[in-house]
């Protein structure tokens, strides 16, 4: 018995999201500039976060424990949240499930909805910047990278990078919330 599927809430029109998905995945490809949009892409598996995390720890003191702490459990929370319960409930194909598309990378066969990459990159931005607000533009910047990053290379439609981002705002400012807390009491 095959169970039934939840389509995705339609964020942008299809039309619009294939549109936008064949402008950004069109874009150039060549070795070098894949190799350097595939480390970006990287970043938002979660550990390059926890990384980004345990060296804010390490040098900012009793804040940057906080706030570090807070961005390694943003991203990997948020990583399992996606990855282990948002995913098997929607099941949607990958842009390149039963159509010839370039895929850089490993050609993964889980769910595309939401992206999960860009949804750890989100929390972790977005809690990051709730402990240095000064360093938004950056963190932001590179969340926003790491989600057009997974249409580039093939892997995402781009609903499934801003759904991941929104996902990732909201368990970011909870995580943030829960950990910045205990200071204001």
């Known amino acids: 018995m095959q169970t039934p599927t939840i389509e995705p809430p339609r964020i942008l029109p299809e039309s619009v999201d294939r549109s936008l998905y064949r402008m950004i995945h069109g874009l150039p490809h060549s070795p070098l500039g894949d190799r350097y949009v595939t480390m970006l892409s990287d970043l938002g598996e979660g550990l390059g976060w926890v990384a980004a995390g345990l060296a804010v720890a390490w040098m900012g003191g009793s804040k ?3 706030a570090g702490l807070a961005t390694a459990i943003a991203s990997l929370g ?5 990855q282990r319960i948002v995913k098997p409930v929607f099941r949607r194909r990958r842009p ?4 010839d598309v370039l895929v850089v990378g490993i050609r993964t066969t889980d769910a595309s909805f939401p992206s999960g990459h860009s949804a750890s990159s ?3 931005a977005t809690a990051m910047a709730a402990f240095y607000p000064k360093i938004s533009p950056l963190v932001f910047a590179l969340a926003a990278g790491v989600g057009v990053s997974r249409v580039h290379l093939g892997h995402h439609f781009p609903s499934d990078v801003a759904v991941g981002g929104v996902i990732g705002i909201a368990a970011g400012s909870l995580l943030a919330w829960l950990i910045k807390a205990p200071e204001a009491l």
């Open 78 to 82: 948020t990583t399992y949240l996606v």
């Open 122 to 124: 989100f929390a972790a």
């Open 64 to 66: 940057g424990r906080r």
């Open 96 to 99: 390149h499930v039963g159509r």
